[in-house]
Antibody, heavy 118, light 110 residues
Framework: EVHLVESGGGLVQPGGSLRLSCAASGFTFSNYWMHWVRQAPGEGLVWVSR????????GYADSVKGRFTISRDDAKNTVYLQMNSLRADDTAVYYC???????????WGQGALVTVSS | QSALTQPPSASGSPGQSVTISCTGT?????????VSWYQQHPGKAPKLMIY???KRPSGVPDRFSGSKSGNTASLTVSGLQAEDEADYYCSSYTDSNNFVFGTGTKVTVL
C-alpha cells in the first residue's frame, strides 16, 4: 500500500524558512514524479512544485518560484520542499503527492500545516 | 499562471445529473489532454476521479465522466448520490511544464 507521510510543518515568522519532508513507502519511489500541492484554510487547491523521477526536471508555480526548492533523495525514499522567504500567504496545508497516472495524482499524504505569522 | 475557472457551486437532486465546467486557455486545457478532476470531502485529502480528460481510475464509479471541448473541460456526475456532495477541482498540465488547478466547485445534493 502506498504511504506518503509529510513532516516539518509548523509556525514560522514572515521571512523565515522551513523544510518539509515527505517519506514514501509501498512503491518504487525512484520511478515516479513527485509533486507538492497546498491548500490555504478554507481555500482551494494550488499546485506548488514537481520533480521528475530522476531529478532532472523540476517545475514551480509562479507564486513560489525563486523562494521554494524541491529535491529528492531516492536512497531515503523522500522528497523535500525547502521554503525560504516565507510570506503570510504561504500559510496552508502542504500535501505531498505521487503522479501515478499521466497528469494525475492518486496518492496524497495527510498534509503538513505551515503557518506564517509573527 | 491563473487558476482555471470553475463555477463556485452546482447542485442537483438525488438521481439527477450535474455537470461542472473548467475553463482555461489554449496553453493549458485547450492544448493538452492531461486534464484531471478531484473530489474533496471536508477535512479529507483530495481523491482523483478522472485523468487524461475522460479516464477513470480503478474504483471510481462510472457515474463520473469527463470530456473536453476547446479550452473547456467538463465533469458530469450522473445519478447523484448523497456521498457525491463535496468540492470538485479540475487540473491541467500547462505549456510551462507545470500544472494548474481550478478554482473549485461545491456540489450540493438537494
Amino acid at each position: 500500500e502506498v504511504h506518503l507521510v509529510e513532516s516539518g510543518g509548523g509556525l514560522v515568522q514572515p521571512g523565515g524558512s522551513l523544510r518539509l519532508s515527505c517519506a514514501a513507502s509501498g512503491f518504487t519511489f525512484s520511478n515516479y514524479w513527485m509533486h507538492w500541492v497546498r491548500q490555504a484554510p478554507g481555500e482551494g487547491l494550488v499546485w506548488v512544485s514537481r520533480m521528475k523521477s530522476d531529478g532532472s526536471n523540476t517545475g514551480y508555480a509562479d507564486s513560489v518560484k525563486g523562494r521554494f526548492t524541491i529535491s529528492r533523495d531516492d536512497a531515503k525514499n523522500t522528497v523535500y520542499l525547502q521554503m525560504n522567504s516565507l510570506r503570510a500567504d504561504d500559510t496552508a496545508v502542504y500535501y505531498c503527492t505521487r503522479e501515478d497516472v499521466p497528469g494525475g495524482v492518486s496518492n496524497w499524504g495527510q498534509g503538513a500545516l505551515v503557518t506564517v505569522s509573527s | 499562471q491563473s487558476a482555471l475557472t470553475q463555477p463556485p457551486s452546482a447542485s442537483g437532486s438525488p438521481g439527477q445529473s450535474v455537470t461542472i465546467s473548467c475553463t482555461g486557455t489554449s496553453s493549458d486545457v485547450g492544448g493538452h489532454n492531461y486534464v484531471s478532476w478531484y473530489q474533496q470531502h471536508p477535512g479529507k485529502a483530495p481523491k482523483l476521479m478522472i485523468y487524461e480528460v475522460s479516464k477513470r481510475p480503478s474504483g471510481v464509479p462510472d457515474r463520473f465522466s469527463g470530456s473536453k471541448s476547446g479550452n473547456t473541460a467538463s465533469l458530469t456526475v450522473s445519478g447523484l448520490q448523497a456521498e457525491d456532495e463535496a468540492d470538485y477541482y479540475c487540473s491541467s498540465y500547462t505549456d510551462s511544464n507545470n500544472f494548474v488547478f481550478g478554482t473549485g466547485t461545491k456540489v450540493t445534493v438537494l
